[in-house]
């Protein structure tokens, strides 16, 4: 039996119609039955004890911070049958690069097996006062480093719509936790498609919310400019909910928007009538899947049918999204993961003696070859003499980049319209020797990342039996009028109940 | 170290020996060589948080008890700028003349060690807080000769944490309560030519520092270091030599005796034909000589890149007006005022605004004594009460002596109620007795009989005892020994136990060795 919706399963709780406990004891019963096995999907790194996190504000919180800096929780009273209780009772699955007490947080890395954070991110903390129950964390690449769920410390997760098949990266332990129905939604991170790619590959709804829109205090960090908590719904309803839950301002990330959190599900039957739908001509190459083409035609047909006009544009810099990204996010990371050095917490090699040697062996035996590429990759591009030619030139871009959308905008397109991801799941293990293939499942994705701006995907169909993702991308803070066209999308395929 | 031959000039010279403690320093007897420094002054400030969270820092406390997830570096954790510290930091800058950019960039300086938990220090680089400022510095006995030294740039940054090596046997240990908390780094343009120079320029830097209150400037507890760029070069030139860094300067005088220890250092390299080379010197305080640390050729490229948890800093024109309107009363303008306004001798004025407590105190006396000379209780702050606080060790602000009553005390000196000596006495009681408040000068004088005694009969009858016991000084006095004066005064105030009024002793201490 799959998850209850959350909506449903909140209006419930709220009702008094059900238990609590009841959806979350379910939740965990079904993730132990999907994750069991050679064959089980194995989309959870831990789960919780079903007792354990009942209490939506844990006793040992962070220490408090100076009033000017309190960082004001909504709602932390909870008291059943409150209105404020938008998730009351719902199961949701956590990313194990998101900071929680009773749980361990990995990152899926050697480095941090085991490793217990002291205090909980923002949105878990949101999400518990807001009345949701953390089931348990789930499996990503490591540090968010991946495109397939496969750069596990802890192994990979299968997509659970085929099983040989990778469920995409790095948020893919969420993502496939919403598709085998464990839960009606989950969270992830997002640096470059973190969520978006992996919603497309398992077929369930992936946004990733505006630069700032969502706290990143307490997500393990991988490139800070870039990184963005977001949801995953077996709906666009639902993935709306848990975002709206976790959405405002939060004064312990400086980079935290001073807005409250948007009325999104007041907004999502708003659909798309009189809008302007951009399809931007260098997401659909004339090399592109015709079966995704095809896929992605449908799409704007139903967006027509809706009463959008669709007009072709024109983003000239997207080719040179792929290697901006890389040398950003990769400086970023060389620096965001220095910190893992042995010294105070994490895997210490036992052999080392000098400082040096702890260094040299904890990294070595800690990370991963992919990170281990990435921290090299980043270290160079900041280095002296080429710095300017890397680093400084990708900044340069990343404007260009960002420009292209704003033009767009200011041509009066509201939204845009591109294939998520340019193949549907790959079977384990065919793109693990060949990361600039790795690399290449992010083209459509990272511009979103690169420019900040809010971005979605919905389930658009099958292509080659598998499931196809079509992205949706709107102008910062423009989440409402994103997630209506995306229910609009969703209904017209005959989703999202 | 062994330069190459082909220090032309250096061939006659005798390659002078690093000079060791003790001896006078004598870098360039010929004068042929001068010294180029400049400093790099690292600055606590004394917020109540640390510079991007709320911890309280706290010198001397239990290792690692004032650390957060923040601080630590823990993962998912994230900086919040702390706006006292860019509040305080902007009155720095502002006190040594420097521009305030209303936009500043904080900067990750990357680079791996135990005491940096992150693996970076959150600095400023390109775009620092504030550049271009001046300090006219004073030197000489009455501070009349000045020199400019220009500040290239205030910028803030937080601190590491300790790393302790010996605490634990064959380990080094971290203490991470310093992490994070703000700093202000100071960087001069290389204006400074002599260890002397450098010594009057950090004492004025303190001195501002202090009036500003932006920091507890004291060195022991690291709160201000200091590390040293000096290279050499022949007199007249207008090119730099090769520099070397000094490290580990734990003391002014420190910095002062490790610049004399590197220029002759350097002197007696290039006279005997060598080359300075370009490298990083730990000062050993104990042994009195420099170490390299590490050459340039293996030093760090430290990846700065604008750090993308930090928006950058925004500060209004209003902001700054605010900051600069609100800054206090610096040394410099504060001695000119006091000349002018107390009428005192640059000397006193340099004295006495040498730090702000003591100007404070010295003008809380001027107030409540105000039908009194302010020279008079010049006098009387830098003499008696400096002394009391020197056998001491204390500030003067620490004696437990309250302006009013120091006032009080000089009230009755000018009324003549009591004489200066007994007052001095007094001073002592009531430092001794921490007592120092109104009320208390007029009860010890009254306890101890300390009262003045102007009474005619009672002075007669002391002159005439003192005079009786002293025949043969009266009789030389009398054959013109005119000196003997001081003998007998002193004689008599002995008799009274200092009572006596003086002026009153010598009228008639005088007609009588004269009538008679």
Not at chain 1, 227 to 250: P, R
Not at chain 1, 422 to 436: H, I, K, M, N, Q
Not at chain 2, 51 to 65: H, K, R, S, W, Y
Not at chain 2, 442 to 471: C, N, T
Request: hydrophobic fraction near 40%; proline fraction near 7%; glycine fraction near 10%.
């Amino acid at each position: 039996m799959r998850a209850a919706s959350a909506l449903e399963t909140a209006r419930r709780v709220r009702a008094g119609e059900i238990p609590a406990d009841r959806p979350l004891e379910e939740a965990l019963a079904r993730a132990r039955e999907a994750d069991a096995g050679p064959r089980g999907i194995h989309a959870f790194l831990s789960l919780s004890d079903s007792g354990a996190n009942s209490h939506p504000e844990p006793a040992s919180g962070p220490p408090p911070n100076s009033d000017s800096r309190d960082a004001r929780e909504p709602g932390s009273a909870a008291d059943d049958g409150d209105p404020d209780l938008t998730l009351a009772g719902v199961p949701v699955a956590v990313k194990d690069n998101l900071c929680t007490l009773e749980l361990p947080t990995t990152c899926a890395s050697r480095f941090l097996e085991g490793y217990r954070s002291p205090y909980e991110a923002t949105v878990v903390r949101r999400l518990r006062a807001r009345g949701g129950r953390v089931v348990g964390k789930t499996n990503l690449d490591e540090f968010g480093m991946g495109s397939s769920t496969e750069n596990s410390a802890f192994g990979p997760t299968r997509n659970p719509r085929d099983p040989s098949r990778v469920p995409g990266g790095s948020s893919g332990g969420s993502a496939a936790a919403v598709a085998a129905g464990v839960v009606p939604c989950a969270l992830g991170s997002d640096t470059g498609g973190s969520v978006r790619q992996p919603a497309a590959l398992c077929g369930v709804v992936g946004v990733k919310p505006t630069y700032g829109r969502v706290s990143r205090y307490g997500l393990v960090a991988f490139a800070s400019s870039l990184d963005q908590v977001g949801t995953f719904g077996a709906s666009v309803a639902d993935a709306a909910l848990l975002l709206e839950a976790i959405s405002g301002h939060d004064p312990r990330d400086s980079t935290s928007a001073p807005l409250p959190a948007p009325d999104l599900m007041g907004h999502l039957d708003d659909g798309v009538a009189g809008k302007v739908v951009g399809i931007p001509v260098e997401y659909v190459p004339d090399s592109l899947d015709p079966e995704i083409r095809a896929r992605m035609d449908e799409a704007s047909r139903h967006l027509a049918e809706a009463g959008a006009e669709i007009r072709r544009v024109s983003l000239p810099h997207t080719r040179y999204a792929v290697p901006t990204y890389y040398v950003l996010a990769t400086a970023e990371a060389s620096s965001n993961l220095a910190r893992y050095d042995g010294v105070r917490f994490g895997v210490r090699s036992p052999e080392a003696r000098a400082t040096q040697e702890v260094y040299e062996a904890s990294r070595t035996r800690g990370f991963g070859p992919e990170v281990v590429r990435r921290i090299i990759l980043g270290t160079f591009g900041l280095s002296a003499g080429y710095h300017d030619q890397y680093y400084g030139r990708a900044q340069r871009v990343r404007a260009l980049i960002a420009r292209d959308f704003r033009r767009v905008w200011a041509d009066g397109v509201d939204v845009l319209l591109t294939p998520t991801s340019p193949t549907p799941a790959f079977p384990l293990g065919e793109r693990s020797d060949d990361p600039v293939s790795m690399y290449l499942s992010d083209i459509f994705t990272v511009t979103a990342n690169l420019a900040g701006i809010p971005a979605v995907s919905v389930p658009a169909g099958t292509t080659h039996g598998l499931p196809c993702g079509a992205q949706l991308l709107a102008p910062a803070w423009h989440e409402a009028p994103l997630l209506a066209a995306a229910r609009t999308l969703e209904q017209s395929l005959g989703g999202g109940a | 170290m062994t330069g190459r031959a082909g220090g032309e000039k250096g061939t006659a010279a005798p390659a002078a020996a690093p000079s060791v403690a003790g001896v006078e320093w004598h870098p360039d007897p010929a004068g042929e060589m001068e010294a180029v420094i400049g400093l790099e002054i690292h600055v606590q400030l004394r917020t109540r948080e640390k510079l991007f969270c709320a911890d309280v820092p706290e010198f001397g406390v239990d290792p690692n008890t004032r650390v957060c997830p923040v601080c630590l570096g823990l993962p998912g954790a994230l900086p919040v700028l702390n706006r006292e510290a860019v509040e305080l930091a902007m009155r720095a800058a502002l006190g040594f003349g420097c521009t305030i950019h209303q936009r500043s960039v904080f900067e990750r300086k990357n680079y791996f060690y135990p005491d940096l938990p992150k693996g970076y220090q959150i600095s400023q680089f390109e775009e620092p807080l504030a550049t271009g400022g001046l300090l006219e510095v004073r030197m000489g006995e009455d501070g009349q000769e000045t020199f400019p030294v220009r500040i290239r740039r205030m910028h803030l940054e937080e601190d590491a944490g300790k790393s302790i090596h010996d605490r634990v046997p064959d380990r080094t240990a971290v203490d991470l309560n310093r992490t994070g908390t703000p700093l202000v780094e100071m960087v001069s343009e290389p204006d400074l030519r002599s260890p002397a120079q450098v010594r009057a320029y950090l004492d004025q830097v303190k001195r501002i520092l202090e009036y500003l209150d932006v920091s507890d400037c004291n060195m022991e507890e690291g709160s201000l270091r200091v590390d040293a760029n000096v290279s050499i070069r022949p007199r007249g030139s207008r090119e730099l030599g090769t520099k070397t860094e000094l490290k580990n300067l734990n003391s002014f005088s420190g910095v002062e005796r490790a610049l004399e220890v590197e220029i002759a250092r350097q002197v007696a390299l290039v006279r005997s034909g060598g080359q300075v080379t370009h490298e990083t010197l730990l000062w050993d305080e104990r042994r009195q000589t420099v170490r390299s640390m590490r050459s340039k050729e293996d030093s760090q490229d430290y990846r700065y890149f604008p750090d993308p948890d930090l928006p950058p800093v925004l500060v209004s024109p209003a902001w700054i007006q605010a900051a600069r309107d609100a800054l206090p009363e610096l040394p410099e303008a504060r001695r000119t005022r006091f000349v002018e306004a107390y009428s005192l001798p640059a000397y006193d004025a340099g004295v006495l605004t040498a730090r702000r407590p003591l100007a404070d105190f010295y003008e809380a006396v001027v107030r409540a004594h105000s039908d009194g000379d302010a020279k008079e209780v010049a006098n009387w702050v830098m003499g008696p009460v400096l002394a009391l606080a020197n056998t001491r060790s204390r500030e003067v602000e620490a004696l437990g002596l309250e302006p009013e009553g120091l006032a009080e005390l000089l009230a009755l000196v000018s009324e003549g109620r009591v004489n200066r000596r007994a007052a001095r006495t007094i001073l002592e009681r009531m430092v001794e007795s921490g007592a120092g408040g109104a009320g208390t000068p007029e009860a010890i004088m009254e306890a101890e009989g300390l009262a003045q005694v102007s009474d005619d009969g009672r002075i007669q009858e002391w002159v005439h005892e003192v005079v009786a016991a002293h025949p043969d000084e009266v009789a030389r006095f009398r054959s013109g020994e005119r000196r003997l004066q001081g003998f007998f005064m002193g004689e008599v105030m002995k008799r009274s136990r200092g009572k006596a009024d003086p002026g009153e002793v010598a009228r008639i201490l005088g007609a009588r060795l004269k009538g008679v």
